[in-house]
């Protein structure tokens, strides 16, 4: 029920990874990347469907030897979401999966050696519709960039992404997206404010090499939020040392929490104290997890007492109040005659939620 989000988004070109838009006001589109051996196709396959019904629009693939172009054929054959491509240095693979139908390379050009092996990139990628993602990486960045800068500077890693996209401008081929990842915060972010003034291109977003499931997301959440609150970014990536399921869940998250794009429940639960009259995390935790499967967008409350509960569930899509055994109701503003028992609430809650979504999403 809460309005559109009140953050403008910087204008940039639009470049599209199969039928998925990516800049120029587009959904910021939520990716990850699959951690199996992509050797295994039928690992990568369920991995790439797991994160599909997870709600990915685009999922990166590992491809860094000739055998590994082989096997992406073959998932490429097997699912339906856009594949990019992740290949470094080696110039022939990249010709191979251009093939094969990728989706989008991920390959900086600067890193392919010889003027006629970028061109045959290039061409191929013109040739078959494929943009190209430009990535650095503050841990991985040129030896002469490095002894200019000293250490890792924003101004470091838009120096080493102009070099790849001045190669690009140079053969006219302006169907790319470009990312400057770096682990630490203000590095990443200052290196993407000065890259957004630079180039029309869209951007790819990410704290590289976060950490772990809690404290990476809490870094992600920071150094994106940053730049999404600032209208930068069109497609993310969550990285983290985790499920790659769980980067999409952050990566929606993320957005949820900025109203720049919403996907299934999105739960507004108190942090409980004494006065609460049901157990608010169990529900929570409970209705978390059976309501996964849920992509329709909505607003849930769920307030253990009166202190917050009304305020909240009026501008809740449902909102639940506790009181002494049985807790009230809202639904859409409106505070409903029925109230739930509280021994029982989950299932009536869920129950409820269920039907809202079906009236509201009949397919
Ligand atoms: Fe405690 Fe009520 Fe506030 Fe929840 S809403 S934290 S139960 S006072």
């Not at 054929?73 to 094969?100: G, N, T």
């Not at 080493?160 to 990443?188: C, G, P, T, Y």
């Not at 069109?234 to 109203?259: C, H, M, N, Q, Y």
Request: aromatic residues 4%.
């Amino acid at each position: 029920m809460f309005s559109e989000s009140p953050i403008s988004r910087r204008p940039s070109k639009r470049i599209m990874v199969g039928n998925v838009p990516i800049g120029d006001g587009a959904p910021i589109a939520v990716q990850s990347m699959t951690n199996t051996d992509t050797l295994d196709v039928e690992a990568t396959v369920a991995q790439i469907e797991r994160l599909q019904n997870a709600g990915a629009d685009i999922v990166r693939v590992s491809v860094p030897t000739m055998d590994t172009a082989e096997a992406f054929k073959l998932i490429r054959q097997r699912v339906s979401l856009p594949l990019v491509a992740d290949i470094h240095f080696d110039y022939r693979i990249a010709l191979k999966v251009a093939e094969y139908g990728v989706d989008c390379l991920r390959i900086n050009p600067g890193n392919i050696g010889k003027e006629d092996r970028i061109r045959a990139v290039v061409d191929a990628a013109s040739y078959n519709n494929i943009p190209i993602r430009i990535g650095v990486n503050g841990g991985s960045l040129e030896r002469d960039i490095q002894e200019k800068y000293g250490e890792p500077t924003p101004e470091a890693l838009l120096e080493s992404a102009m070099r790849h996209v001045d190669i690009l401008d140079r053969l006219n081929f302006d169907q790319f997206k470009v990312s400057v990842k770096a682990s630490d915060v203000f590095l990443a972010v200052g290196a993407y404010r000065l890259l957004a003034k630079q180039i029309e291109q869209p951007l790819h977003l990410g704290i590289t090499e976060a950490g772990g499931a809690r404290a990476g997301s809490v870094k992600s959440a920071v150094g994106l939020g940053m730049l999404l609150a600032e209208g930068i970014g069109d497609t993310l990536r969550v990285s983290l040392a985790a499920d790659p399921v769980e980067e999409i869940k952050v990566g929606f998250d993320i957005l949820k929490s900025l109203r720049l794009r919403s996907r299934g429940i999105n739960f507004i639960a108190c942090p409980t104290c004494s006065r609460q009259e049901f157990d608010v995390i169990g529900t929570v935790n409970a209705l978390e997890e059976r309501l996964e499967d849920i992509v329709t967008p909505l607003d849930v409350s769920i307030i253990g007492c009166v202190v917050n509960g009304p305020g909240e569930a009026l501008v809740s899509d449902m909102g639940v109040t506790g009181a002494n055994r049985m807790s009230g109701f809202y639904e859409d503003g409106v505070r409903q005659k029925e109230r739930f028992d509280n021994t029982n609430l989950i299932d009536q809650l869920e129950a409820k939620i269920r039907a809202k979504v079906a009236k509201a999403d009949p397919e």
